[in-house]
């Protein structure tokens, strides 16, 4: 199958993707019936609440059954955030999955919703509906064969639901970047290739990216990038402005470390924003040079997406403590092949996915941490600043 046949579907399935979490964002009485705490397992430990959605099970679960439909081979291998288990407030316990006619997904969705039939009918013409044409890739040398049954792909329905929850405006600093809001909220489908565990294509959505005043309504962003073999395509322009820009300005979590924080100081203007998926497009749309992040608190969906992207920018997305280590043992300076064997992998050590849920580590879930960078230049001063904490 060819790559550019893949990226329009997964565009067209990302659109869909977009037009179910506006919906549900239009009505704020949805959000408060569909929130569930995540428990147990399922549970992010960084966080006191970790809210899970219907949204998010829907786009999920509708990505998976139209990537399914499409390329039958790929179905085994979409890999999500969330369990598409879901309990409505009556406390029964739905599997939420897309049915092949939209009366059979609005009666399955009307379980969830406590028989709200409205809220159900608007959710399952969206999931069924036909999405618009995807801008034309003509322009783009896309044209190479894949072989799907070496791909995977990882799934974040919504990345930064306590936004999307919230659902306020964030107010943009002098660069453009929000430090919180809905402009926040990202739909995310990565690719990659089984064989070598690295992400080779990344679409990804802001929903909510500005708000037009008027016409009361919100209008969204899709990025996307293709790195595969020869192939560096990508929608986005260069990084020229982000290398000829005086200050060099890092993305952190709230939660970053004040030692990481002070040192990282000394080079980088500092800027704090929610959503890990957020601060990895911040960085590919050069509102930040770099986003650092030293604790574990992240995972595969949350950066297979936009690791494609910033590969095919140039940059990338490598293992915290792994640079670390080498930029401390290594008696010169990391090179470009170095970071190529630090990026982080998406299938575990042997070319299986060990957990559902596994932490960027090579398999495991003991080692902290990513740098997503857009050059190489700004990656290599932030281990050398880091080395030595």
């Not at 709230?254 to 080079?267: G, Y």
Request: net charge negative.
């Amino acid at each position: 199958m060819y790559i550019s046949d893949i990226l329009r579907m997964l565009l067209k399935v990302s659109a869909k993707a977009s037009q179910i979490a506006t919906i549900i964002r239009k009505e704020k009485p949805l959000v408060e019936l569909l929130v569930e705490e995540k428990r147990g397992l399922e549970k992010n430990n960084r966080f006191f609440q970790d809210f899970k959605t219907l949204a998010d099970v829907l786009i999920q679960e509708t990505v998976r059954h139209y990537i399914s439909e499409k390329i039958p081979n790929i179905g085994s291998s979409i890999y999500g955030e969330e369990s598409n288990k879901f309990t409505n407030s009556l406390g029964d316990c739905v599997v939420v999955t897309i049915c092949h006619t939209c009366e059979e997904t609005q009666l399955l969705l009307q379980k969830v919703l406590n028989g709200n039939t409205e809220a159900a009918c608007l959710l399952a013409e969206a999931v069924h509906s036909t999405t618009e044409d995807v801008p034309s890739l003509d322009d783009y040398d896309l044209h190479v064969d894949i072989d799907t049954n070496d791909c995977g792909i990882w799934i974040d329905p919504i990345d930064s639901t306590g936004q999307y929850i919230k659902g306020e405006t964030g107010e943009k600093d002098e660069y453009g970047m929000v430090v919180d809001g809905l402009q926040c909220v990202a739909i995310l489908i990565g690719m990659f290739q089984k064989s070598t565990g690295k992400s080779i294509l990344g679409v990804a959505v802001q929903p909510f990216a500005e708000f037009n005043p008027q016409t009361n309504s919100w209008i969204s962003q899709t990025l996307w990038g293709v790195c595969y073999k020869d192939i560096k395509q990508t929608s986005l322009k260069s990084a020229d402005e982000v290398l000829h820009r005086e200050v060099k300005r890092a993305v952190l979590s709230n939660s970053e470390s004040e030692h990481v924080q002070d040192v990282l100081r000394t080079k980088f203007q500092l800027v704090f924003a929610s959503g890990a998926g957020y601060k990895i497009l911040a960085t590919i749309l050069g509102l930040a040079n770099a986003y650092v992040l030293s604790h574990r608190s992240i995972y595969r969906w949350d950066c297979c997406a936009g690791h494609a992207i910033l590969l095919a920018l140039g940059g990338g997305i490598i293992s915290y403590k792994h640079a670390l280590e080498m930029a401390r043992k290594s008696s010169t300076p990391i090179t470009k092949e170095d970071l190529d064997q630090l990026q982080v992998n998406y299938v575990s050590t042997g070319g299986a996915i060990t957990s559902r849920r596994c932490s960027i580590s090579d398999g495991t879930e003991s080692l902290p941490g990513i740098v997503a960078y857009l050059t190489v230049s700004d990656v290599l001063l932030i281990l050398d600043l880091l080395k030595n904490i």
